[in-house]
Nanobody, 125 residues
Framework: QVHLVESGGGWAVPGGSLTLSCGAS????????MGWYRQAVGKSRELVAT???????TYGHSVKGRFSISNSHDKNTISLQMNNLQPDDTAVYYC???????????????????WGQGTQVTVSS
């Protein structure tokens, strides 16, 4: 079992920036990718960004050019730098970790993928 702890988030004004971090512990050997998904009120959960252990990144269409994902040297911590935030970015952001390519393709299969508890990001003036 992989345990994920998220930090960061909070409130930002439109055009502002926030950074999210997520640390993985437990059965981290064999992880293929980690990433961030988000869910706004009344909407389905959507991919924000993922990064594989080899450094390959994937971004959701709405955040390309504004958000940047990175991982630590040991690949067990990821960060999401969010710039030029907009009200539509308001959502609960969830970290995940996958032993397969699932999250890169938009799916987190419970047998091989873990979710964090989520952290709220609110963008408003």
């Amino acid at each position: 079992q992989v345990h994920l702890v998220e930090s960061g988030g909070g409130w930002a004004v439109p055009g502002g920036s926030l950074t999210l971090s997520c640390g993985a512990s437990g059965s981290v050997s064999g992880l293929y990718a980690m990433g961030w998904y988000r869910q706004a009120v009344g909407k389905s959960r959507e991919l924000v960004a993922t990064i594989t252990t080899t450094g390959t990144t994937t971004y959701g269409h709405s955040v390309k050019g504004r958000f940047s994902i990175s991982n630590s040297h040991d690949k067990n911590t990821i960060s999401l730098q969010m710039n030029n935030l907009q009200p539509d970015d308001t959502a609960v952001y969830y970290c995940n970790a996958d032993r397969t390519m699932g999250i890169v393709r938009g799916a987190c299969i419970p047998a091989v993928c873990s979710w964090g508890q989520g952290t709220q990001v609110t963008v408003s003036s």
